[in-house]
Structure formats: structure tokens, C-alpha cells
């Protein structure tokens, strides 16, 4: 199996908080090193004693080539500032190195990125680093931010043949069509932020890959399952606004809808999205579950995760109805040879689909160089994972046998995301705000209602939007960067005090098994000191004096609690799940 070892992959997500193995930080993922873009003289192990960032000289290509040395990212730390530890706070920037691609000149700078991996092959990625305040023997992993701070493109979920520049917030790519999204999503409320297609239209014609196809460009909004190498709205996972034509796209259908834009054009994106509902029951998918696994890559800490995987219910409606029709036929056509049973209609083969829910009332809706083109879609497919078939409940606990990891329920992190594909060298700019180049009315659901294309439902009202006291009915784009990283941090604290109820649970077991022993009746084997926390001590989780030694029939070290966690906090365990159960964000 790609990812970890499938033998460390298997006790990396089980519901018990406690059933679980120390990670080996310090090895990069397999899937990582077998990926082929890496080149041998940045594929080399980290030292097992290394806890920074490998040296430059060791990411500095051949000197045969000096045009390629790589540039530090900023905020990138130098000489004493590079920790001696990992960072509790900011992750360390991935190494810049000027691209060889053969694209169009631009006055803009487009670098590769080497140094951290990127979400591909049904992984996801993101930084992670030790927990400043834990008292636990493993510290527990959280989430920490990646420069350069703020809303951008993100580092790591892009295709791996987009080119971005230092700031991470201009993309381009030499062939085909390759998408980036930003590195925040939206999961409720009324957001806007631009996006300026700097080069598109067909101009900037790529002749010098073979193209000769011209420079293109797409805006809209993705989901995490959306393919990262195929234009926006290739599938019903994404929604896009084309440069060519103006049209509206998703499921790969263009529908008329705008005008079409050119190079210099300046995108508005506008997202609507209803307020999310709490769980039903545990096995909602709307119940947030974290399984996480912290990997050491290139002298930086990263979670490793599962990404969610296309449904059969989402493909289905890419499928030509012709197609289903001829299906259909066919399998009627069937005659089982004498003595033998008809094979089993292609229609009923597999779990019955599962329905597909949409968010009523939401709406994405674009402006062009200021001008509302109205709304392009409406009652989008919700975010949210399908709910699981019958029988897959557990690893082995139903008829499928799937991944320990694999996550049914919503992450925290599901969400819609700025997301923009480029194509033969075409160019795009992300603007979070909240200064826009064409700044929308401060009531942008009454410059909807007024357009070519009006909105069929009646407006959605953001709480959190200023709109109550007289100004915006949306928020920029940059308000949500802050927003998310306070939900991610409520979330990983719940995971740490999860960490603290376990380790405090396991260390009476480990006292109660003590006092057997003295009292004759136990037969652990040899005893061993067991080290509590001051911490834990103080806050009245465990006294000092109540744990002295146990036997080596103990159970296993606190190395992960929660779920999908393996001596790090990735999860939330079972009481903090269930307190969690009535937080929605």
C-alpha cells in the first residue's frame, strides 16, 4: 500500500483512543520517496538525530547550473533562528527553486518548490508541530501555519506541475491544464475575493512546448475531491467561470452565463453558503472526526491523511444518460449458456447509490472587472462526505474491509475553496483582500437580484458579516484565515484534553495493577518506574505517590489517545468527540 507501512497504517485510526503505536517522526512517508518528481539530490533521509531543516547546502542543486539555486521563502528562518526543535508555531517554508519550464515571458518570477511533499495519490498533507503547553511524555501534535502567513494558494494542495511565486499567490503551469487551491476553505456565511486572470484568453500562444494552443484560465470554487490536474469544473466536485465564452461550468457541461475575459480581466468571486446543522446520530458525517498521522519530511513535522475519495454517486452524473441507456439495454440482452446462472446486471452491481445532498439556497456568483454577471450556480452539492453503506462501520468489523484511515465523517477542514486551474502558460493572481481592485456593493444580494442572471431563492444572511449595523452583507476572503485557524485550534485543544483524560485514566490502571502486586495476587513481571507528568499532578488528574512502578504487563505507553493518532493529539477521542458533537462551525 502507498502512504506509511500498511502494519503502522493499521494502528493508526482504530475508535480505541488507546490501541495504538509510537509514530517514527523521522522518516518520510513511502509514497513520498517513491514519487518521481523529487530529484536523487534532494531524496536523501534525514539524520534520525535531526530535528531542523536540512542545511541549503544539501537542497543546492549542481553548480553546473547557478541559475537554479534555490531562494529562501519568506519568513524562512536563518542561522540561530532555525530552531534546534521543531516549531510550535510557524512550519518552516519549503525551498524555492527558478523554474526550467519553457512558458511565455511574464514580469513575474515562477518558482518549483522542493522540501515538503504535495497532496496526491489519495494523501493530503499539512504542517504540524508540537503542542508549547503539553505535559504529556509525547508532546501532541497541532496545527501550525505555513508562510507566507495569510490566504493564499496553498504550498501543498496543487498540482505538482504549477509554478507559483514567492508569495504564493500568482499561479501558472507550462502543459495542460493544472488547478491550485487556496489554503483556506469556506463552510458557512457570504465570502468575495478576486482573482485577476494576468495572462488568458488564448494569447501568449506556448509555441515552444508544442502547444501553440494559447494562454488560459479558470475561476471558481472546489472541493478537497476535486481532480488538481483538469480545468475547474471538470466534474461535479467544482464550479467555474470560463475565459473563453464567458460560461458557467461544473460536470464538464458549459452553460451561457457571462461575458467572456481576457488577459488583465479582474474576477469577483462571490459564495453564499447556508449555516451548517449539527450531527443526528454518530454516525452523521457531519460529526467531526480528525485521523491524522504525524510524518517527519525534510526536517518538518506533517500531518499525513487520507484524502476523500471521488464517490460512485458523483461520477454517476458524469455519465452520458445515452450511455446508461445503452447499459441498460445491453445488460437485458444477456442469455445465460446452458446449465450456467445470468451474469448479474451492471446495473446491480455493488451497494445501492446513496443520495446526493445539496445546500439549498447557496449560490456562487462571479463579477467581472466590477460588473455583476449574476448567479452562475445554485443549490451547490453540500461538502460534506456521503453517509457510509451498511457494512463498512470498521476496519474488519463489517462485509468491506477498507483503511483504518479512512475518514467518513467531516474533518473540520471540509469546506469549499478558492480554486483556479491555468492552462499553456496562462496566469492568475488570488486577492483575499480586503482591498479589492473593484471593491462590490456593500449589499451585493441586491446587485444579484438586479443582474442578467438573478437568484431563485431569497438571500442567506451572514451573523458575522457587518451588514446588521448598515455595511457589507459579506466578508473578504482574509477574515476567514484567522477564523479558520481559531477552529482548528479549539479542535486541537479538545484533542489535547482528551490526551490528558486517557494518560490520567491509564496511570491509575497502571497504580491500580501496582497495588495487586504488592498485595501478592498480581504476577506483572518485573516492575518499572513509571514518570506522571508535574503537570497532570497539579491539575489533580494523578497524584505522584498513587503510581510508583508497574509491571510489564502494563498497558501499552501513552502513545496516541483519540482517534487516528499515534502520540501526537491528531484526533479527537471519544468524550471529546462527543462534546464536539454540538460544535458546529
Given at each position: 500500500m502507498s502512504g506509511l507501512a500498511e502494519g503502522a497504517a493499521a494502528a493508526a485510526a482504530t475508535e480505541s483512543p488507546t490501541e495504538q503505536a509510537i509514530p517514527t517522526l523521522n522518516s518520510p512517508s513511502p509514497a513520498l520517496e517513491a514519487s518521481g518528481d523529487i530529484p536523487p539530490e534532494l531524496n536523501s533521509r534525514p539524520s534520525q538525530k535531526r530535528k531542523h531543516s536540512p542545511s541549503t547546502d544539501q537542497l543546492t542543486p549542481s553548480a553546473a547550473s547557478p541559475s537554479a539555486a534555490p531562494l529562501p521563502a519568506p519568513n524562512a528562518p536563518t542561522g540561530e533562528a532555525a530552531a534546534e526543535e521543531d516549531s510550535s508555531t510557524v512550519a518552516n517554508p519549503p525551498t524555492l527553486i527558478p523554474h526550467t519550464s519553457n512558458l511565455p515571458p511574464s514580469s513575474f518570477e515562477f518558482y518549483q518548490t522542493r522540501g515538503h511533499p504535495i497532496s496526491r495519490n489519495g494523501y493530503r498533507y499539512t504542517t504540524c508541530g508540537p503542542s508549547p503547553s503539553s505535559s504529556l511524555p509525547i508532546p501532541i501534535q497541532r496545527l501550525i501555519e505555513n508562510p507566507p502567513l495569510g490566504a493564499r494558494f496553498s504550498w501543498e494542495d496543487r498540482s505538482t506541475f504549477v509554478l507559483l511565486t514567492e508569495d504564493a499567490r500568482t499561479i501558472t503551469a507550462e502543459k495542460g491544464w493544472r488547478a491550485a487551491r487556496a489554503n483556506v476553505g469556506v463552510r458557512e456565511g457570504n465570502w468575495y475575493w478576486e482573482v485577476k486572470a494576468e495572462r488568458c484568453g488564448g494569447e501568449g500562444a506556448n509555441t515552444g512546448a508544442g502547444l501553440g494552443e494559447g494562454s488560459?484560465?479558470?475561476?471558481?470554487?472546489?472541493?478537497?475531491?476535486?481532480?488538481?490536474?483538469?480545468?475547474?469544473?471538470?466534474?461535479?466536485?467544482?464550479?467555474?467561470?470560463?475565459?473563453?465564452?464567458?460560461?458557467?461550468?461544473?460536470?464538464?457541461?458549459?452553460?451561457?452565463?457571462?461575458?467572456?475575459?481576457?488577459?488583465?480581466?479582474?474576477?469577483?468571486?462571490?459564495?453564499?453558503?447556508?449555516?451548517?446543522?449539527?450531527?443526528t446520530d454518530r454516525r452523521d458525517p457531519a460529526r467531526i472526526v480528525r485521523k491524522r498521522l504525524p510524518i517527519r519530511y525534510k526536517g518538518q513535522l506533517y500531518f499525513e491523511l487520507l484524502e476523500y475519495a471521488p464517490t460512485k454517486e458523483m461520477s454517476e452524473l458524469t455519465i452520458d444518460p445515452a450511455m446508461k441507456a445503452k447499459v441498460v439495454v445491453e445488460d437485458k440482452k444477456k442469455v445465460a449458456a446452458p446449465g450456467t446462472k445470468a451474469p448479474p446486471a451492471l446495473a446491480d452491481q455493488g451497494p445501492p447509490l446513496r443520495p446526493l445532498p445539496k445546500l439549498e439556497k447557496a449560490k456562487i456568483a462571479f463579477f467581472l472587472d466590477g460588473v455583476c454577471q449574476g448567479v452562475a450556480f445554485e443549490d451547490i452539492y453540500d461538502f460534506i462526505p456521503l453517509r457510509q453503506h451498511a457494512g463498512e462501520e470498521g476496519f474488519g468489523g463489517g462485509r468491506t474491509k477498507t483503511d483504518p484511515r479512512t475518514n467518513w465523517h467531516d474533518d473540520g477542514t471540509c469546506a469549499y475553496y478558492p480554486h483556479v486551474s491555468v492552462f499553456g502558460g496562462g496566469i492568475a493572481t488570488i486577492n483575499a483582500g480586503p482591498n479589492f481592485a473593484f471593491p462590490p456593493p456593500p449589499d451585493l444580494e441586491a446587485a444579484l437580484r438586479e443582474s442578467p442572471h438573478p437568484p431563485r431563492s431569497a438571500?442567506?444572511?451572514?451573523?458575522?458579516?457587518?451588514?446588521?449595523?448598515?455595511?457589507?452583507?459579506?466578508?473578504?476572503?482574509?477574515?476567514?484565515?484567522?477564523?479558520?485557524?481559531?477552529?482548528?485550534?479549539?479542535?486541537?485543544?479538545?484533542?489535547?484534553?482528551?490526551?490528558?483524560?486517557?494518560?490520567?485514566?491509564?496511570?491509575?490502571?497502571?497504580?491500580?495493577?501496582?497495588?495487586?502486586?504488592?498485595?501478592?495476587?498480581?504476577?506483572?513481571?518485573?516492575?518499572?518506574?513509571?514518570?506522571?507528568?508535574?503537570?497532570?499532578?497539579?491539575?489533580?488528574?494523578?497524584?505522584?505517590?498513587?503510581?510508583?512502578?508497574?509491571?510489564?504487563?502494563?498497558?501499552?505507553?501513552?502513545?496516541?489517545?483519540?482517534?487516528?493518532?499515534?502520540?501526537?493529539?491528531?484526533?479527537?477521542?471519544?468524550?471529546?468527540?462527543?462534546?464536539?458533537?454540538?460544535?458546529?462551525?
Amino acid at each position: 500500500m502507498s502512504g506509511l507501512a500498511e502494519g503502522a497504517a493499521a494502528a493508526a485510526a482504530t475508535e480505541s483512543p488507546t490501541e495504538q503505536a509510537i509514530p517514527t517522526l523521522n522518516s518520510p512517508s513511502p509514497a513520498l520517496e517513491a514519487s518521481g518528481d523529487i530529484p536523487p539530490e534532494l531524496n536523501s533521509r534525514p539524520s534520525q538525530k535531526r530535528k531542523h531543516s536540512p542545511s541549503t547546502d544539501q537542497l543546492t542543486p549542481s553548480a553546473a547550473s547557478p541559475s537554479a539555486a534555490p531562494l529562501p521563502a519568506p519568513n524562512a528562518p536563518t542561522g540561530e533562528a532555525a530552531a534546534e526543535e521543531d516549531s510550535s508555531t510557524v512550519a518552516n517554508p519549503p525551498t524555492l527553486i527558478p523554474h526550467t519550464s519553457n512558458l511565455p515571458p511574464s514580469s513575474f518570477e515562477f518558482y518549483q518548490t522542493r522540501g515538503h511533499p504535495i497532496s496526491r495519490n489519495g494523501y493530503r498533507y499539512t504542517t504540524c508541530g508540537p503542542s508549547p503547553s503539553s505535559s504529556l511524555p509525547i508532546p501532541i501534535q497541532r496545527l501550525i501555519e505555513n508562510p507566507p502567513l495569510g490566504a493564499r494558494f496553498s504550498w501543498e494542495d496543487r498540482s505538482t506541475f504549477v509554478l507559483l511565486t514567492e508569495d504564493a499567490r500568482t499561479i501558472t503551469a507550462e502543459k495542460g491544464w493544472r488547478a491550485a487551491r487556496a489554503n483556506v476553505g469556506v463552510r458557512e456565511g457570504n465570502w468575495y475575493w478576486e482573482v485577476k486572470a494576468e495572462r488568458c484568453g488564448g494569447e501568449g500562444a506556448n509555441t515552444g512546448a508544442g502547444l501553440g494552443e494559447g494562454s488560459w484560465v479558470r475561476v471558481g470554487v472546489g472541493r478537497r475531491e476535486s481532480p488538481l490536474n483538469a480545468p475547474c469544473g471538470f466534474d461535479g466536485y467544482s464550479y467555474g467561470y470560463r475565459d473563453r465564452g464567458g460560461e458557467a461550468v461544473t460536470l464538464a457541461c458549459p452553460q451561457t452565463y457571462g461575458q467572456p475575459y481576457t488577459s488583465g480581466s479582474t474576477i469577483g468571486i462571490y459564495i453564499s453558503l447556508p449555516p451548517r446543522q449539527p450531527p443526528t446520530d454518530r454516525r452523521d458525517p457531519a460529526r467531526i472526526v480528525r485521523k491524522r498521522l504525524p510524518i517527519r519530511y525534510k526536517g518538518q513535522l506533517y500531518f499525513e491523511l487520507l484524502e476523500y475519495a471521488p464517490t460512485k454517486e458523483m461520477s454517476e452524473l458524469t455519465i452520458d444518460p445515452a450511455m446508461k441507456a445503452k447499459v441498460v439495454v445491453e445488460d437485458k440482452k444477456k442469455v445465460a449458456a446452458p446449465g450456467t446462472k445470468a451474469p448479474p446486471a451492471l446495473a446491480d452491481q455493488g451497494p445501492p447509490l446513496r443520495p446526493l445532498p445539496k445546500l439549498e439556497k447557496a449560490k456562487i456568483a462571479f463579477f467581472l472587472d466590477g460588473v455583476c454577471q449574476g448567479v452562475a450556480f445554485e443549490d451547490i452539492y453540500d461538502f460534506i462526505p456521503l453517509r457510509q453503506h451498511a457494512g463498512e462501520e470498521g476496519f474488519g468489523g463489517g462485509r468491506t474491509k477498507t483503511d483504518p484511515r479512512t475518514n467518513w465523517h467531516d474533518d473540520g477542514t471540509c469546506a469549499y475553496y478558492p480554486h483556479v486551474s491555468v492552462f499553456g502558460g496562462g496566469i492568475a493572481t488570488i486577492n483575499a483582500g480586503p482591498n479589492f481592485a473593484f471593491p462590490p456593493p456593500p449589499d451585493l444580494e441586491a446587485a444579484l437580484r438586479e443582474s442578467p442572471h438573478p437568484p431563485r431563492s431569497a438571500p442567506l444572511l451572514d451573523p458575522k458579516a457587518p451588514g446588521a449595523g448598515g455595511g457589507a452583507t459579506w466578508r473578504p476572503l482574509s477574515e476567514r484565515y484567522p477564523e479558520f485557524l481559531a477552529e482548528q485550534s479549539r479542535l486541537d485543544d479538545l484533542d489535547e484534553e482528551e490526551a490528558v483524560r486517557v494518560f490520567g485514566e491509564q496511570a491509575r490502571k497502571e497504580a491500580e495493577m501496582l497495588a495487586k502486586v504488592e498485595e501478592g495476587g498480581g504476577g506483572a513481571g518485573p516492575l518499572k518506574k513509571v514518570k506522571v507528568p508535574a503537570r497532570l499532578e497539579e491539575l489533580g488528574v494523578v497524584k505522584k505517590e498513587d503510581v510508583h512502578s508497574v509491571g510489564s504487563g502494563s498497558p501499552a505507553p501513552l502513545s496516541a489517545v483519540g482517534e487516528g493518532r499515534r502520540g501526537n493529539g491528531a484526533g479527537l477521542g471519544e468524550g471529546a468527540r462527543e462534546r464536539e458533537e454540538s460544535v458546529q462551525y
